[in-house]
T-cell receptor
């Protein structure tokens, strides 16, 4: 079974731009969560989607948004990028409360 | 506040030694997860602990869960260099908005020859 895939793997943007990251979960997994990982803040939960509905949201500004499609693929969007948005963005999928399986991540650098 | 703490944050150990990483969480949870992350890589699932008293072992790693104490441990037996990585615990915690995976800060383990 294929794992969680994320595209792109690396991204360089400048301040003020916006970015869209994509995540394809493991087949059959309907829950997709997004995390931001930085050296200073560690792993922080962004949001979770289940069956196209946002089920839970972390403490991030409204510039961070996401959506999920009917095939469970998910996208997250960050608008008006700031230097502090530079991070590894991880996507994870799961079935119910079973373990999460993480994708390889997208490393975003904001210049 | 939903919080997961780990102790220690940094651990440098010699090969063949034993050590334990501790994970405390702030509210009731009966599901605790352990992950490993190598530098520059994503997270790899190690264990899922689903009930009080649960114990799981894989190779030189053994994890346990005490839900009454809100404590999980990851015990390393006879460490080898290949175990060098950052280890995260995560608890499935519930607040007014639903349930959420909350990660600890991670324990960076270095196994020295």
């Amino acid at each position: 079974k294929a794992g969680v895939t994320q595209t792109p793997r690396y991204l360089i943007k400048t301040r003020g731009q916006q970015v869209t990251l994509s995540c394809s979960p493991i087949s059959g997994h309907r829950s997709v969560s997004w995390y931001q990982q930085t050296p200073g803040q560690g792993l922080q939960f962004l949001f979770e989607y289940f069956s196209e509905t946002q089920r839970n949201k972390g403490n991030f500004p409204g510039r961070f948004s996401g959506r999920q499609f009917s095939n469970s693929r998910s996208e997250m969007n960050v608008s008006t990028l700031e230097l502090g948005d530079s991070a590894l963005y991880l996507c994870a999928s799961r079935i119910a409360t079973d373990t999460q399986y993480f994708g390889p991540g997208t490393r975003l650098t904001v210049l | 506040e939903l919080k997961v703490e780990q102790n220690p944050l940094f651990l440098s150990m010699q090969e063949e030694k034993n050590y334990t990483i501790y994970c405390n969480y702030s509210t009731t949870s009966d599901r605790l997860y352990w992950y490993r992350q190598d530098p520059g890589k994503s997270l790899e699932s190690l264990f899922v602990l689903l009930s009080n008293g649960a114990v799981k072992q894989e190779g030189r790693l053994m994890a346990s869960l005490d839900t009454k104490a809100r404590l999980s441990t990851l015990h390393i037996t006879a460490a080898v260099h290949d175990l060098s990585a950052t280890y995260f615990c995560a608890a499935l915690l519930r607040d007014n908005y639903g349930q959420n995976f909350v990660f600890g800060p991670g324990t960076r383990l270095s196994v020295l020859p």
